[in-house]
């Protein structure tokens, strides 16, 4: 399995990925469970395979777990540019 907080190059990172990587130290997969969010959709939403729609307690818990403080600072499209 690929190291998952292995540098990249940042214009293949989704914007939420950048996030997680310069925020925290979680995987994706503690970061997905803590916002309630299974690990397989959360893949497909950095991937832009599908759009992300979040709970408001999702929104929430993403934001807390970012270090998120305004609404203005989530990105608009998860996906990868």
Not at 18 to 25: D, I, S
């Amino acid at each position: 399995m690929a190291d998952e907080s292995a540098p990249q190059a940042e214009s293949k990172l989704s914007p939420i990925e950048v996030l997680r990587l310069e925020r925290t130290k979680l995987t994706q997969d503690e970061l997905a469970v803590r916002c309630g969010i299974p690990r397989s959709t959360y893949q497909r939403w950095i991937a832009g395979k599908t759009e992300a729609k979040l709970s408001l307690a999702q929104l929430k818990a993403l934001g807390r777990e970012l270090g998120i403080e305004r609404l203005e600072d989530i990105p608009d499209n998860f996906s990868a540019r």
